[in-house]
Each structure stands twice: as C-alpha cells, then as structure tokens.
C-alpha cells in the first residue's frame, strides 16, 4: 500500500512556505521568488523545497542567500504552524525548470519564425 502522507504534508509546507513568502518574510532578496513544489522523505524529518526565480544569475544566487539565512525562522514558523512531531529540516534548491521553459520557447520561435520567413521568401512551390 502506497503511502500518501509525505504528499500531503508536502503539499501543506508548500502552501505554508508561500504563505510565509507572500506575508512576513520582509527580505527584498525574495519578493520576485515562488516556492515551485516541495518533496519530503518518508519519514518527514527532511524536505526539499524548490525556489524559482526569473531573472539573472546574479539575483537568483542573491534569493537562494536569502532563503538560506531565512531557513531558521521559516522552520520555526512552520513548527507552530503545522503540527507534526518534527519539524522537517529544509534545503532550498533553485528550480530552474520555468527558466528552461522560457527560454525552449524563445529559441521555438525564433525558429518558426526563421522557416516562416524564408518560405515567404522563396515565395510559392512551383508545380
């Protein structure tokens, strides 16, 4: 039988982290970040929380900075948010999969737009 419970309680740091982001975490280095999802382990002593956040690789490091040195009082809140006999320990990860995507759909367009240009060129196949 497959255990559902680390999903659940994943899905519930997830939107207590975000609620915690959008709400009293008053740092600028996270205003432009989003918590993408959250993993935890079995046994609900460890999760993984990925950050994304568009822009440059310079602000992003400057967000992760941020989440690290708010990493104590976000597990502190989460201790008397969510109750669960421990709180789990959290290592941020910049999720890098929307960044990825924008830029898969820049270079997709930037080649049908390059093969609609020369079709239009060339003008019509002769019969």
Known sequence: MQNYRPTRVAELLQ?????????????PRLSMATISRVDVSRDLREARVYVSRVGDENEQK???EGFARAMGFIRGQ??????????????????????????????????????????????????
């Open 15 to 27: 939107s207590e982290i975000a609620d915690l982001l959008l709400r009293q975490l008053k740092d």
């Open 62 to 64: 400057k967000t992760m």
């Open 78 to 127: 989460l201790g008397k948010r969510v109750k669960l006999r421990y709180t789990p320990n959290l290592t941020f990860i910049l999720d890098t999969a929307i960044a990825d995507g924008v830029r898969i759909s820049r270079l997709l367009y930037d080649l049908t737009s390059d093969s609609v240009t020369d079709v239009e060129e060339s003008g019509p196949p002769h019969a």
